[in-house]
């Protein structure tokens, strides 16, 4: 798994987009129009490449996944998260 910093200020956190959806049938909620903090490559046999974005909020629910899913990537996440944030010195709350 790969963390990276987003810096494509159209791309929306893809969990808020989850969370809120739309409002009059086709334009997203306000919430859910949330710059992308994150950009997160999942690399594994049944998944490979899969990209999501998530905003540093949702960033600590990684593990539970807008589909319904639970992954167990707490520990690839904080260590990417830890590494990310010592390499740029990032002020950030991590998950615990
Ligand atoms: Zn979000």
Redesign the pocket.
């Known amino acids: 798994m790969t963390l990276l910093r987003n810096t494509n200020k159209d791309q929306w956190?893809d969990?808020?987009k989850q969370k809120w959806g739309t409002v009059k049938g086709n334009q997203w909620h306000p919430n859910a129009m949330?710059m992308a903090y994150w950009k997160c490559i999942s690399a594994s046999p049944m998944r490979r490449n899969q990209v999501r974005f998530?905003?540093l909020?949702?960033a600590a629910d990684l593990q539970n996944w807008p589909d319904g899913q639970f992954y167990s990537l707490k520990e690839q996440l904080m260590d990417g998260l830890h590494s990310v944030a010592t390499r740029e010195q990032l002020n950030v709350e991590l998950p615990r």
């Open positions: 956190c969990y808020c949330k998530y905003c909020e949702c």
